[in-house]
């Protein structure tokens, strides 16, 4: 029975992924196509071109890796495993077309190598190439985006020994667009930028989720988009400081966080891991985050044990004595080689954790706490975030009686804690939660 349902949503999947393939590809052929023949009309066309790209070789042979990724586009769609998947991969590929197709018209580009006269095999494929291909669509290159998104989909379903041949055929791929001379590095450059954002404003675990933001996480965002502007005004004001739009964007990002995008913003899901695009965009952010961690922490121990097998620590970067983590960060990205079991539920740095999230991060604490012998419950330094989540486990517990019992042991055991008068509230109110179940 089981595995009759399991031929059958097979079957469903590929269904659905031969009308992903019967919309999109007729839409990618008419939509590149007309845009390319309406550019080639336009006066207005410019190039964009580094001196040092004239050295880059002619390869003829990269035309097969350039031409494979129509193969592969059609693959993909047939790959995934569950619906979600599909309808999200689907998604993804729409919006590189459209997004593509927009920016040829926005920002028309050539390019302006001749291309050597081809013989054999090879020959007859830049042949069969120009047939509908002409020197513009340039900007964002479109075969740069494609790379990224199908290369996304076979990792997640391939062994590690196949990723890496996978790997190595992407980024063969990605190489051969200037190598074929079908590109300029700037097309290169603003393809990869698109492909990332493309999957990350599309995730294909998860969802969006919006959170009324209180007074202190929108003076937060205040911050955060004043520093966004300064790096914006910067990298665009100081010639040849166009790297820092990065850390423009990911402050802004941040900021949206703040505003009410709350822990989606991360794409961090429950194993600890942010998606790959997330850590991309907000790789500034990201490291700045873990450089202050450093910092912060030199003098603070790396747990400490509270009661009952539970423990207080910060974000473990190595091996730990308790068997498993309840990891609290939305901004650290949990890295392979910490052992145990690790199960993440994100909160926000620097905001204090509503009843409801409390509740949520105490049932997940106490389940670990059944089925292990010690737990450590981590936040960036183990002050906050993990502080009242640990309190309020004590409180449901019945270790103690009231919140202030609760604070004064964390404290005697880490006297860092910073616990604010709004920590304190939403203890109380997770307390008086707890008195209404009770009755």
Known sequence: MV???LTQNKYSLWKQGG????????????????VNQFTATRYDVGSRVFAWEHAIPFMPWTIVPYWSIDLLYGISLFICTSKQELTRHGCRLLASS??????????PLKFTFVRPETQDMFGWLFHQLELFDLPYN?????????TWLLWLRFRQHL???????????FLLIAASVLTTWQHHFVDVLSG?????VISYAIPIEGQWRWKRPSPHALRLAAKYTLGGIIFLLAGVLIPGSYFLLWPAGALLMVSAGYVGLGTSLFQKNEHGHLSLSARLLLWPYLTGARLSKMWFSRHIPKTSAILDGVSLGCFPDKSLQQTAVLDLTAEFHHRTRVPGVWYAYPLMDLVVPDVQDIAQAVAKLTELRQGHLTVVVCCALGLSRSATVVAAWLLAQGHVSCVQEAIDL???????????????????????TLCQISL
């Open 410 to 432: 964390i404290k005697s055991q880490r006297p860092q804690v910073v616990l604010t008068p709004a920590h304190i509230h939403a203890l109380e109110q997770f307390q008086g």
């Open 98 to 107: 459209l997004i593509a197709c927009a920016g040829f018209l926005l920002f």
């Open 192 to 196: 990869f930028i698109v492909a990332v």
């Open 19 to 34: 009308c992903w393939l019967l919309l999109l590809g007729p839409l990618f052929f008419l939509s590149y196509g007309q």
């Open 138 to 146: 340039q900007a964002p290159s479109l075969h740069i985006i494609l």
């Open 3 to 5: 595995e009759s349902a």
């Open 159 to 169: 062994n590690r020994g196949a990723r890496m041949v996978s790997g190595a055929w």
